[in-house]
């Protein structure tokens, strides 16, 4: 890895962010001959591929589409995840020997570890002559004419700039709003910035409950509105989490409850009927648990035998676990949020380059962006695409 020396130096482009979208938008520009300089402020790069997926990165998903993602253009991301399609990803891993595997959903994951793939896109980049500067704090951007990119070490030029830092999730790792401001400063709106993929906090009132049941988890549907999800969810001390809370929580907005399907297979009124008739002397709490953890059936169940539940309190036991109701007081906040929902304005950028529509030469990728993917692989697919799309424009 080369490191770039103090003194001035003019580049086709200047990428700000190695992480996954910043690394792939060097690869494509380096494959074109372009001359790419890569900045980074922490001193490694691609810190949160390293940490996704256990440690061995869920990299793509093999069903990858725009309705895998929200923004406030819904349809901005079609352009880029149609040219470069996890496909493509998966051949570049390939040609690395990378071994891999699919979990459920269509989730592709390294069989070693996420190093892997970062040194996939290290190789690449040496291939190409992408020159990389870590450590490096960027303290000021303007253009006077082409963009000067002022850094600790010295002032870099180059008549291209890419913005690849990311949201806010995950600070401790060195997330800032850094991509925002500049974008702001050339004139490009922000929608909002919120966590998502984010575990729910209970409210005070519930939080007793909540806490009783920490580590208890089961299969369950979480849904707010017309969306739902199925997969694991969690209770914790603080409320709330797993797969199916995290995918949920990116729909979940202030003073929304969701509604959690504890059964999904399960017509609950049917089978309590059926258990009181063939076992009267049975404890409410006792059939519970055939369906649901033991802990939890223990918190919900009427202390009662089958024989005396009656079919009123019955029908409103099978309402309450089919519709599970869950307002969160809050999310856990950007310190526990997988990625961000909301960021620079897809208004403002073309589909198909990412380019700035009324700032020649200024691009913005990747997590920076306002589109936000699914839990599963689909965010690495938007970095990847986004990087790509910017990469062969520059």
Known sequence: MAVVAAAMALFDVVVIG?????????VAAGARGKRVLLLEHNDQVGAKILIS?????NFTNTGTSGTNFISENPHFCRSALSRYTPADFLKLVE???ISWHEKTLGQLFCDGSAKQIVAMLLAECATSGVQIELNAKVADVRKPDHFVIETGTGSHDAPALVLATGGLSIPKMGATGFAYDVARKFGLGIIKPRPALVPLKAKPAELDFYKNLSGVS???IASCGKIGFRENILFTHRGLSGPAILQISTYVVDGHAISVDLAPDIDILRFLKDRKHLRPNTELKTILAELLPHRLALA????????KFDPVAMLALAAKLKQWSFTPESTEGFAKAEVTVGGIDTDGLSSKTMEAKTVRGLYAIGEAVDVTGWLGGYNFQWAWASGWAAGHAV
Not at 18 to 26: E, F, I, R, T, V
Not at 300 to 307: R, S
Request: hydrophobic share 45%; net charge positive.
């Open 300 to 307: 919900i169940a009427q202390d009662t035998v089958m024989e």
């Open 53 to 57: 997926g256990g440690g061995r990165c």
């Open 218 to 220: 089961l299969s369950a």
């Open 18 to 26: 190695a992480g996954a979208a910043g690394l792939m938008c060097a």
């Open 95 to 97: 040609k690395h020997k």
